[in-house]
């Protein structure tokens, strides 16, 4: 292969550009080039394509220059979209027409769910060769241990509770927070442990609103009785009750038993997708960009590389820690871990409960 594409699809992710960086040096130090897709799928339909390399002298092949700073940098270069028309046949034909028509022989998709099913699409319909990397911050793609933007966003939330509960001790107030993962509540699951919250509220517990009432209730109820100035509960956005009415149905049950209750409610929303991609997120990007690069040149398509996989099965790399997967497998067992019935989500919420009873002490 001499001519490869790049594409970041669907919400954007800390580690992107690193992976995009990756993957551009990479090839370029194989002899290939590689155009970035502009705009995710919608670009590959319109032909809207950045060339990410560069001929230098006796030959060779560099890196767009910009490369060298935005691999640190969040969000994506090269743009991101979720595109409607790809999922209709003619525009995925239009996408193939556009791949041959710019001479372009394989294509790397970063992105979560709905991007690898796109590049499934590509392969199992046109015979593209594609290599997908997981880019999703929710941590709900499977048969890898981690995505890329994982690592940052915990962080970044960790970073926003710890200034919250500054501000909470200072007031004695209770503090719902709430952090994204529509489907997946590992955010809330994670960084409740890191910042060292008093409960953590996600989807997949499956609670009534009652009961989420009460839970929080009762929550902030025993943090005020042991004498806490701070009682902060973690919420993902994947619960169906809005945040500001939980916290004044909390506050209502309240009232009568707690004189001057205060608890307040947060949403850090796309906060948690920004800012510069942290060491494991640059790192794992690197290791990812590389097995990708690598399956695509030796002629393997339809997969996407994982780290340290929770799943048996995978296919080796040159990197002790990747692993590659048919991507057939990997959109099955995302599917698994959205609906609960996959043994690692299940390992989560076991582990949920053994802190549930450790959290508010």
């Known amino acids: 292969m001499k001519r490869l594409a790049v594409m970041t699809s669907g919400g954007d992710s800390p580690g992107m550009n690193a992976a995009i960086r990756a993957v551009v040096k990479l090839s370029a130090a194989r002899g290939a080039h590689v155009l970035g897709c502009l705009d995710g799928y919608d670009g590959l339909i319109d032909g809207k394509f950045r060339e990410l390399t560069r001929g230098i002298e006796h030959g060779a092949i560099g890196a767009d220059l910009e490369l060298d700073f935005a691999g640190g940098m969040g969000g994506t270069m090269i743009g991101t979209a979720r595109s409607a028309r790809f999922r209709e046949l003619a525009g995925r034909q239009a996408a193939v027409e556009q791949m041959k028509k710019h001479g372009l022989e394989g294509l790397v998709v970063i992105g979560g769910n709905g991007s690898l099913t796109g590049a499934h699409m590509l392969a199992t319909e046109f015979g593209i060769k594609v290599m997908g990397i997981p880019g999703s911050i929710d941590n709900d793609i499977g048969c890898t241990s981690t995505a890329l933007g994982v690592d940052t966003a915990l962080n970044t939330i960790v970073e926003a509770c710890d200034k919250i509960s500054d501000t909470a001790r200072a007031h004695r107030r209770a503090f719902v927070v709430e952090v994204m993962g529509r489907s997946c509540g590992y955010l809330a699951m994670a960084s409740s442990i890191a910042a060292g919250a008093d409960a953590a509220l996600i989807r997949e517990q499956g609670k009534s609103e009652e009961q989420l009432v009460a839970d929080v209730a009762a929550v902030v109820r025993n943090g005020y009785a042991r004498g806490k100035r701070r009682v902060l509960v973690i919420k993902a956005e994947g619960i169906s009750v809005p945040t500001t009415r939980l916290v004044r149905l909390v506050e209502e049950t309240l009232a009568a ?12 929303g796309h906060v948690v997708r920004g800012g510069n991609p942290s060491y494991m997120d640059r790192m794992v990007a690197g290791r990812f960009g590389l097995a990708a690069v690598e399956a695509l040149l030796a002629g393997h ?8 996989p929770p799943v048996k099965g995978g296919l080796p790399t040159s990197d002790a820690s990747v692993q590659r997967f048919p991507l057939e497998r990997v959109l099955i067992e995302t599917d698994a871990l959205i609906d609960g019935s996959s043994p690692v989500t299940k390992r989560r919420l076991q582990l949920m409960e053994l802190a549930a009873g450790v959290l508010p002490i």
């Not at 038993?257 to 850090?268: K, P, Q, S």
Request: aromatic share 4%; hydrophobic share 50%.
């Open 257 to 268: 038993e707690i004189a001057g209750v205060e608890i307040r409610a947060t949403v850090l």
């Open 301 to 308: 398509t339809d997969e996407m590389v994982g780290w340290q």
